[in-house]
């Protein structure tokens, strides 16, 4: 589609919505931006895109003129595709591409994208620091900051791009094609977003929907969803499993991470040569070197690369031992399956803080995992009376309730002995106590280095 000189709605104001308007200043579309919010300013909206672009900006209502302008629609992520303001946008025929199908659109080079309910961020991290180390052009873009649109037009032919892909950003797909692509595990999350899990895993599974078997898709063959898709994916599967053997992909058989291809079998490393702790990151490892290994990063760059990388900030993340008490920052824990792997990843008696904002999981796995490792469980937030009866049901005794994230802290530094550890990991997002969970991590991160 031809945007030059043309009006394009763009939904949302935030980081996404701001990078699909530059974007399209650069094309020579003409923006129209709109904030349902009331409050929102169009100045200093204004004050974040081209001083000289064409720009109209709107907010509160969106006048029913202004659709009749317009050629295409690109939501910001935020946007759920299912509103009777998306509804009607359909109904009058408008195209609509996410700030992902945007960027797309207009970049050039090869294209990783890595999309799962848990462990996106550490592995997009990784493959791109792989990447980093055998090419000169390589931008990591998407859901882990920085938006595909930001960088699309200085993107070459020679350039690679790892993209963090959301299911908010996969439901507004339309062309969207990575030459390798990735799900890493698919368990229930954002369900007050996309009502069921059948709707979920479709919307994960658009990741590889338009690749060909001359394309690659990553699975985690001991997720049931995964292992299933890889039936009927239109791309050449490379499958990963931290359980068993495969006779083709990469396998954990002891402590040793191998790779199955062509009827050879060749040992990696030793999964104790890794920085990361937690059987989680083990199959992060695994995803990620199949990833740039069909990506063409030589093997021994990709194994170097493994062994110096450290955890991603508020991912299973080491602050500090104070006291003789180890804290570690899951803030990123924001779903039980999440949560479960930070869990795992003790091997301390744990005082765990849990709460939050609630996404209507529920909690029994995430309680069931608490056995032999959880000692105190300090809830706050909206979900605290929901998981303290969980907690309860499943033969928890020790829950403390705390009116808020500061006491919460108090709470644990009170509690821990030495040779405990303090885990924040809390199953649920922060919304409502914070604006996203990276400030709920830096507070955590404060306080104990304030001790």
């Known amino acids: 589609m031809e945007l030059k000189n043309k009006k394009v709605l763009v939904i949302g104001t935030g980081i996404s919505g701001t990078g699909a308007a530059r974007l399209l200043l650069k094309a020579g579309a003409v923006p129209v931006l709109y904030d349902e919010k009331e409050d929102a300013k169009p100045e200093e909206i204004r004050s974040r895109l081209a001083k ?36 009607g946008l359909r109904k009058k025929g408008i195209p609509i591409w996410g700030e992902l199908e945007l960027g797309y659109r207009y970049a050039k080079g090869r294209l990783a994208a890595i999309t799962g309910t848990n462990g996106k961020t550490t592995t997009t991290t990784l493959v791109g620091q792989m990447m980093k180390e055998c090419y000169d052009s390589v931008y990591v873009v998407g859901n882990i900051g920085t938006p595909y649109t930001e960088t699309a037009f200085d993107t070459t032919e020679e350039t690679v791009t790892v993209a963090e892909v959301s299911s908010f950003q996969l439901e507004t797909t339309e062309d969207f094609r990575p030459d390798v692509s990735a799900i890493l595990n698919i368990t229930p999350d954002h369900l007050n977003r996309h ?8 919307v994960k599974e658009r990741i590889a929907e338009k690749q060909t ?22 791309a050449r599967v490379i499958f990963f499993s931290s359980k068993r053997k495969l006779e083709e992909g990469l396998y954990l058989e002891g402590e040793e991470i191998c790779m199955a291809a062509g009827g050879e079998v060749r040992k990696l490393m030793n999964i104790h040569d890794m920085k990361l702790v937690g059987m989680c990151n083990v199959e992060n490892v695994m995803a990620a070197i199949a990833i740039a290994f069909s990506m063409g990063v030589p093997m021994e760059r990709i194994l170097d690369t493994v062994k110096r990388f450290r955890a991603v900030e508020h991912r299973i993340e080491f602050v500090a031992t104070k006291n003789g008490v180890d804290y570690y920052n899951d803030s990123k824990g924001t779903n039980p399956d999440a949560a479960i792997q930070g869990i795992r990843a003790m091997s301390r008696p744990t005082v765990l803080i849990g709460g939050g904002y609630d996404k209507q999981s529920e909690y029994d796995e995430w ?15 909206q979900t605290a009376e929901k998981i303290e009866a969980c907690a309860r049901k499943h033969g928890m005794e020790n829950i403390i309730r705390a009116g808020s994230f500061e006491e919460a802290l108090r709470i644990c530094t009170e509690t821990a002995r030495e040779g405990d550890a303090v885990l924040l990991s809390p199953a649920c997002a922060s919304w409502g106590m914070f604006p996203n969970y990276e400030a709920r991590g830096k507070m955590f991160k404060d306080y104990v280095n304030s001790l």
């Not at 709107?58 to 302008?69: I, R």
């Not at 009502?195 to 479709?202: D, L, S």
């Not at 069931?368 to 959880?374: C, D, H, L, S, Y």
């Open 195 to 202: 009502h069921n899990m059948e709707t979920y895993v479709a």
């Open 213 to 234: 078997k001359e394309d690659v898709c990553v699975l985690n063959y001991e997720d049931r969803y995964t292992r299933e898709f890889g039936g009927r994916c239109p």
């Open 367 to 381: 309680v069931e995992a608490f056995e032999g490792r959880v000692k105190c469980l300090v809830l706050v937030g």
């Open 52 to 87: 000289d672009g064409n720009v109209e900006i709107f907010v509160g209502k969106l006048p029913e003129s202004v659709t009749e302008e317009v050629c295409l629609a690109v939501p910001s992520p935020g946007v759920p595709a299912d509103t009777e303001f998306m509804e």
